[in-house]
Nanobody, 121 residues
Framework: QVQLVESGGGLVQAGGSLRLSCAAS????????MVWYRQAPGKQRELVAG???????NYADFVKGRFTISRDNAQNTVWLQMNSLKPEDTAVYYC???????????????WGRGTQVTVNS
C-alpha cells in the first residue's frame, strides 16, 4: 500500500550533475528518515545520504561536498542533488524510508526499485 518511486537517473559525463527524486505514496501517516543508498555491480549496497523529518542530514564521506539531500514533508518527497559526478558514482540508486502508515501502527522499512546512474569518463 506504500510505494516509493525513484526518478531522475540517467547517463552523464564526469563532472556533470543529476537530480534524483523519490516520491512516497499510499497510506502514509508519517515518514521518519528518508535515505539514499546505491549499489554498484559486484559491490554491496551502501548508504549515500539520509535526512530526518527534522532535516538533519548525514552523508557518506565519498559524497560530502558534492551531493545534497533535501526533502519536502508535505509532498513526501526526497531529492538527491548530485554534482561533480565521477565514474565511480555509477550505480543503481535506491530510496529507503521509514514510514508509519497509521497513528498507532509500527514504523516499517520501505524501498524503491532503484534508478540507474551512469557516469562516463
Amino acid at each position: 500500500q506504500v510505494q516509493l518511486v525513484e526518478s531522475g537517473g540517467g547517463l552523464v559525463q564526469a563532472g556533470g550533475s543529476l537530480r534524483l527524486s523519490c516520491a512516497a505514496s499510499g497510506t502514509i501517516f508519517s515518514i521518519n528518515a528518508m535515505v539514499w543508498y546505491r549499489q554498484a555491480p559486484g559491490k554491496q549496497r551502501e548508504l549515500v545520504a539520509g535526512i530526518t523529518s527534522g532535516d538533519s542530514t548525514n552523508y557518506a564521506d565519498f559524497v560530502k561536498g558534492r551531493f545534497t539531500i533535501s526533502r519536502d514533508n508535505a509532498q513526501n518527497t526526497v531529492w538527491l542533488q548530485m554534482n561533480s559526478l565521477k565514474p565511480e558514482d555509477t550505480a543503481v540508486y535506491y530510496c529507503n524510508a521509514l514510514i508509519q502508515t497509521s497513528r498507532w501502527g509500527m514504523t516499517r522499512d520501505y524501498w524503491g526499485r532503484g534508478t540507474q546512474v551512469t557516469v562516463n569518463s
